[in-house]
């Protein structure tokens, strides 16, 4: 079956649990997660489901980007350059595509107490110069970095299925001609329900 250095039977909490360690090459690994309330057990067992997502997403496409909402920032840019050649109702969707990707890097700011006005307009400014591809919201010291510096990074393809999602969904949004307001349908079948029952009952007396 196998090598390795150590087997034994050990007492965890009040499970057994057999512990093998010192395997050559192991195809396959346990990671015991303990907590003081299951709630904070849940809470570390997603976090690493996620570590380990993102470390799969790395090893499949290994191709990295700049973290801190420097791609968001980066792309709303050059899709404000790009709508005015378009002109038209395109022009304006474009224009509202790349404010709503701008979200990103908004929300951090928000969530680490920053004001999102100053960081969004200092971030827009760093995004302007050269290499400003690389700057994104630093939420430890609040300001905008180099997020490649920091080593703030993220899997190119988790940003590849965003965008596509996002475009797709604004895709469906512009195609909508009419919109039917399925309380004001309700509210005028009540109407039409009780003038119909004052009506049968008119007719009774």
Request: aromatic residues 4%; hydrophobic residues 40%; contains cysteine.
């Amino acid at each position: 079956l196998g090598t390795a250095k150590l087997v034994e039977e050990r007492k965890v909490a009040d499970e057994k649990m057999v512990f093998v360690e010192g395997c050559p090459n192991p195809k396959a690994v346990s990671i015991l997660i303990r907590g003081g309330l299951e709630k904070a057990v849940d809470e570390a067992e997603r976090s690493l489901t996620d570590a380990l997502s993102v470390v799969a997403d790395v090893i499949e496409d290994p191709y990295i980007v700049p973290g801190g909402g420097a791609p968001e920032a980066e792309i709303a840019k050059e899709l404000r350059k790009y709508a005015p050649q378009v002109g038209g109702r395109e022009q304006l969707a474009i224009e509202a595509f790349a404010n709503a990707i701008e979200v990103i890097p908004r929300t951090l700011a928000e969530n680490s107490g920053l004001d999102p006005i100053d960081i969004m307009a200092e971030l827009r400014a760093a995004h302007e110069k050269d290499d400003g591809w690389k700057y994104g919201v630093d939420v430890f010291k609040g300001k905008i970095d180099d997020m490649l510096n920091l080593g703030v990074i993220e899997p190119l393809v988790v940003k590849e299925h965003a965008m596509k999602a996002a475009m797709e969904v604004a895709s469906l949004v512009l195609r909508i001609d009419d919109v039917i307001a399925a309380g004001k349908l309700e509210e005028e079948k009540k109407k039409e329900e009780k003038k119909e029952e004052e009506e049968e009952k008119s007719e009774f007396d």
